[in-house]
Nanobody, 123 residues
Framework: VQLQAFGGGLVQAGGWSRLSCVHS????????TGWFRQAPGKEREFVAG????????YYADSVKGRFTISKVSAKNTVYLQMNNLKPEDTAVYYC?????????????????WGQGTLVTVSS
């Protein structure tokens, strides 16, 4: 299993960006993908997650109403649409995959990780 994250870059506050996470190798609907982020000097934190079966979505309170996670099963791809970005959203964003249908907010519950992509929001 491999995950590749794409997107990110420099964005002005109030702007938007979209991240993609492409999953290759073993696939299953009994899985969940999560997006996490890690800012300098801070711990990695859960941002959003989606169940492959049913498409249920979950969000951290800090991004609710601004971020949207979605998937295209045929492309084995999960997206994170980020709107109304704030400087505090600046971080390296990682996608992660776990087998099992539950989305967990703790990074240790995920077995596979993408390489991370930097999102910088300027004020």
């Amino acid at each position: 299993v491999q995950l590749q994250a794409f997107g990110g870059g420099l964005v002005q506050a109030g702007g938007w960006s979209r991240l993609s996470c492409v999953h290759s190798g073993r696939t299953s609907n009994d899985a969940a993908t999560g997006w996490f982020r890690q800012a300098p000097g801070k711990e990695r934190e859960f941002v959003a997650g989606i169940r492959w079966s049913g498409g249920n979505t979950y969000y951290a309170d800090s991004v609710k109403g601004r971020f949207t996670i979605s998937k295209v099963s045929a492309k084995n791809t999960v997206y994170l649409q980020m709107n109304n970005l704030k400087p505090e959203d600046t971080a390296v964003y990682y996608c992660a995959l776990r087998w099992g249908s539950s989305v967990h907010t703790t990074a240790q519950r995920y077995s596979y990780w993408g390489q991370g992509t930097l999102v910088t929001v300027s004020s």
